[in-house]
């Protein structure tokens, strides 16, 4: 196993942070976006990127503390920063994208109304709802769908007591989308 794959997955077996304002963990948040990219048949690119998506969280020091101050972390670009050394662009853009695309669903009422507390809160220090010609841009941006795939998976990914794989379930995954 390559180094990074070791680390990766130490990391989301080792912390057990909370994902921020919901139920479950960041580890079970992450593995459950990737089961639901997969439940949707999506690209393997797709599903590692849904495992990825929050791994900004991972490298914040204290991202409820950020929350508490009401300052906005930026993980994805955090994320993003990191990933893209190891991983190929299709798994990596739409991570960086995830958030705008939560920009760009939010113009859309009835998916404003389905997002959690924690979620809107978030939404807000993150720029809030995009115009129109933020949307309009972002539409012709070429990760625009995988993003805002990623974006559905995550917004659903915080059940308890469903049945969980481990992100050693996940290694292929990880290794096979490596650049
Ligand atoms: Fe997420």
Wanted: glycine residues 4%; charged residues 30%; contains cysteine.
């Amino acid at each position: 196993m390559s180094s990074i794959i070791k680390k990766i997955i130490k990391n989301y077996k080792t912390n057990k942070s909370l994902y921020i304002g919901e139920k479950v963990t960041m580890t079970e948040h992450m593995i459950q976006t990737a089961m639901f990219a997969e439940k949707n048949e999506s690209s393997p690119s797709l599903v590692c990127a849904s495992l990825l998506h929050d791994y900004g969280h991972f490298i914040l020091e204290d991202p409820e503390k950020l929350v508490n101050k009401k300052e906005d972390g930026k993980h994805e670009n955090v994320g993003y920063l990191f990933l893209k050394k190891y991983f190929n662009k299709n798994v990596v853009e739409p991570i960086k994208y995830h958030v705008k695309a939560k920009r760009y669903l939010a113009r859309n009422q009835k998916y404003y109304q389905i997002l959690s507390p924690a979620s809107v809160a978030s939404l807000h220090l993150q720029g809030g709802v995009m115009n129109d010609n933020e949307a309009e841009k972002f539409k012709k941006n070429m990760y625009f769908k995988d993003a805002i795939q990623l974006r559905k998976f995550d917004e659903v990914a915080k059940k308890n007591g469903i049945k969980m794989k481990s992100i050693n379930d996940y290694e292929n995954l990880l290794n096979s989308n490596l650049r």
